[in-house]
C-alpha cells in the first residue's frame, strides 16, 4: 500500500504486525484522541525499609527477571560518553539473553561496541530515535532480522503508552541518586543536566534500575526520576566519559559556509511575522542552527524583542540568552553541554520537562505545539520539502530523527538550514532517500545559494522578498545544484526492508531499504 | 574607464574576497559569501610547487563556473617571475572582468604588460577594452609613481594597495595600527582620485578580530577608498555594512536630492536641509549614498 506521499508501505511485517501508511501530518490529531488503547503502567508494591541497593550492575539484572525476548530500554543523556547501555548488554549476553530487542532513546557511536551482538542474536531488534556509526552501516546491510524502528522523540513516548515499546527492563544511568532511586542528572561528577528522555521509562518499565557513579545521601534532589518507580539502585565506578558526556562549552561555528547559511536564515526569521514580541524558540547545537541563534540574539537586543521561552535541546548559549533577560524561561527535555547542568540546578526558569510534554502529540498539548520558531538540520532535501535527517548519502543509517518531525509539526514557522551540496554530494535534490519529516511541516528552507519557501506559504514568501532577501524556487535551485555537482546516482538497493521511519503519531512514513552489496 | 559612477557599473565594490586559485572548494563556493567581487589568486595564496596546479584550476572554474552578481578579477603572478607570462596566456583569452596586477612600479613596466595583453587579445581576435586592469600599489617606489599609474591607460580601472609587501619593501617593524602605511594609503587614494578611478584597500589579516577589521575600515572608507580586499569570507559582511549607508544617512540623501530637484526647477542652486546649506557637492554626495544604497534616482 501506498502512503500519503506516494511511498510504497508493506501491510505487514512479520514479528511487528500491521503498519498504518503515513497520512498526513496532523490527520491522525484532528479527532481529539488516539485510535490505540494505552497499556496500563506496572503494578508494584514495595516492603517498608527494603534495601534496593545491589552490589554489581549484573545483580540488579539478575533481580530484574533477565529471559530471551525481552525489551531493554535506555536514555541517550550521555550522548557519546555512555558507559552503561554497552556494558548491560555485555553481561545480558553472558547470561545467555538472545532475542532482545533494545530501545533506547537514541544511540550514538559510543554504541559501536554492541555490533556483535546484533550479529551473534543476543540483540535482533531495535526501537531507536537515532542510530549512527558502525550499527547504522551493519544495520544498512542487514545485519538484524527485524527492521529497526525510527521513531521520533514524541513518538516515542506515544510507542510506550500504545505498547507498541513494551519495557520489560530501564536501565537508567543518572549522575546522583540515592539508596530509594531518586535520580538526576543535574549534580555530581558526570553531570548531564535534563533526563527528560528517561522519565517514561521509569513509568512503564516491568522492572527500573538506577545506575549512578555518585550515590548521595537520601534524599537525592531535585528528583528527575522517582523513588516510586525504581526498583533496584547500583552504584558504579563510571557511568561513562565525562568528557564525551559533557561535550564542552558549545562554541558557534567559524565555518564561513554555516555563517552564511545562519546569517541568511536569521534575515528570513525576522523578517517573517513570528519574530515578534514574545515569540518562542527552538534550535540545534549543530553548526549553522546554533549559529542562527548568534545573530537572532544579536537582532533580538538591536530591536529590544523580548522571548517567552526557549524549548528542546538545550545549550549554554541558549542559557546565556535566558541569563540576558532575552527569555523568559527554558523548558528543557534534553541539555547539550556541561554548562546547562548548573542552570538546571539553581534557575526556577530553567525547568526540566519529560518527552511526552516535549512533544507527544497524544494528549492535552505538548510544548511544541507552542513553538514560534524552530530552527532545524537536514542530511538531505527535495523539492516538495520532504527532509532526511537518517540515512547518509551512501544508504546507511547515520542520523536521527530526534525532534526534528515533532517541533517541524508544531511550529509556526520551520526553517531548515543546510548547504546546497556536500563535497560533491547535492543536499537540495529532487527526491530524499528517506523521508523522516514531511514537507507540509517545513516552511522554508535555508542555503548558501538562496532561500526556499514552501509554496504552502505565499504570505511568507512575500514577506521575504519585500526584505530584498534571494528567494527563489526549490526546483530552481535544486537544477542550480544539479549543473554543480552532476546528477547523482541512485543507491542501490535491495527489496528488504532494515529500517521503518514512524511519524510521529505511530503511521509509517518511510522505510529503510537494505544496501546493496559492491 | 575613468569616472565610471557606480550606476554605470555592472557591480558594487565594497568588498573584493581573495580565493586561492589552487583550492578547488574555495573557487567552487566563492560567489555564495555576498562579496562584491571575487579576486582568483594565482600569486601570493599559491605555493611555488602549486603555480601550474591552480592556473588550470582557476581557467577550468573560469569556464564552468556560474559567478553571476560578482565581480570576477585574477591576480596573475608579476612578469619577472616564471610565472608571469604564461598566466597571462592562459588568462587574458578568458576575459574575466578584470585582471589584478601585483607590484606594479613604474609607468614603463605596467605598459609593456599592457601591450602583451593587446596581442593575446589580438591573436584570439578579443577587443581590447572589455577586461579591466587593476594595478596593485606594492612598494615604495610604485607609491611614488602611483598618479602616472593611475592614468597610463583607460584599461587601468582600479588602484590597489598591497599592504603586507608595502611593509616589507619599506622594512617597517610589525604594528597593528597601520601608521607605517598611513601616508601610501592617503597618496593612493588622492591619485585615484585625481584620475577618477576606483580604489582598494589592502587585506586585513588577523580574521578573528571582527572589531579591529570594523575600525580600520571605517578609517580607509572615510580617506575615501570605493572597497577593500577581504582573506576570509567572515570578513565580507563587515566590510560590505561599514560600505553601506545606514537607514539614516539614507533617508537624508532622499531629502538632499528631492530639495535638489525641487529647488532646480526654480533656478535656486543653494538651498537648506534640516537647518544646514546645501549646495552641489552635497547633492553629489546624497547622489553618490542613494548609489550605494541601490536606490534609482528616476523612482524618488
Redesign the interface.
Known sequence: MKNALGIEIPEYIEGMGALEPYKGAWEKLQKGWMDETTVPPPNKAKMPHASKMCETLKDAILKADPHDGMTVSFHHHLRSGDGILVEAIKILAELGIKDITLASSSLTSAHDPILPYLKDGTITGIWSSGIRGELGKAIAEGVLPKPVVIHSHGGRVRDVHTGRIRIDLAILAASAADCEGNATGSHGPSAFGSMGYAAIDSWYAKQVVVVTDNLVDYPCVPPSIRQNYVDYVVKVDSIGDPTKIASGTTRITKSPMDLQIARLAAKAIIASDSFKQGFSFQVGAGGASLAVAKFIREAMKEKEVKGSFLLGGVTSYCVDMLNEGLFNSIFDVQSFDAAVSSSLLNNAYHIEIPAGLYANPFNCGCMTNKLDIVVLGALEVDTDFNVNVITGSEGAVRGASGGHSDTASGANLTVVVCPSFRGRIPIVKKQVHTVVTPGETIDVVVTERGICVNPRRPELRKSLEEAGLPVKDIEVLAEEVEKITGKSKDIECEDRIVGLVEYRDGTIIDVIRQVKQL | MGNMSQHERKFKRRSMLYIPGNNP?ML??GA???ADGVLLDLEDAVALNQKDAARILVRHMLQN??YSGCEVTVRINHLDTPFGRKDLEEMVPLQPDALRLPKVETVESLQETLKIIEQIEDEHGLPHDQMKVHAMIETALGVQNVYEIAGCSPRIDAISIGGQDLAADMQLVKSNDGIGIDYARKQIVMAAKARRIDVFDTVYVDVDDEEGLRDVTEYIKKLGFTGKAVI???QV?IVNSVFTPTEAEIRKAVRVYKAFERNKKEGIGVFAVDGKMVDAPVVQRAIRVLEMADIELDTL
Open positions: 572548494g567552487q563556493q555564495v559569501y555576498g563556473l556560474d576570509n569570507p567572515r559582511e
